[in-house]
């Protein structure tokens, strides 16, 4: 599984564009996603993403531990 940030971008009608662009940390709605696959296939390898504004370990860490939370 590939778990990643993302950016919004408003677009000129108003509205609001989400790229995948491994540069923030995983929102909630991506972790209870995550958490909806690992209930349904078990635990699967899973690669968090960061392309740009890698963050310092304990950050890191700290969404490892994110997906840990839904390993038992």
Request: proline share 4%; aromatic share 8%; hydrophobic share 40%.
């Amino acid at each position: 599984l590939h778990i990643a940030g993302h950016s919004q971008k408003k677009l000129n009608t108003g509205k609001s564009l989400c790229i995948d662009t491994h540069d923030q940390a995983v929102i909630e709605p991506v972790w209870l996603l995550y958490q909806r696959i690992i209930n349904k296939f078990g635990i699967l390898p899973t690669l968090l993403e960061y392309d740009d504004n890698i963050p310092n370990l304990t950050d890191l860490i700290e969404e490892l531990n994110q997906a840990k939370r839904f390993w038992n």
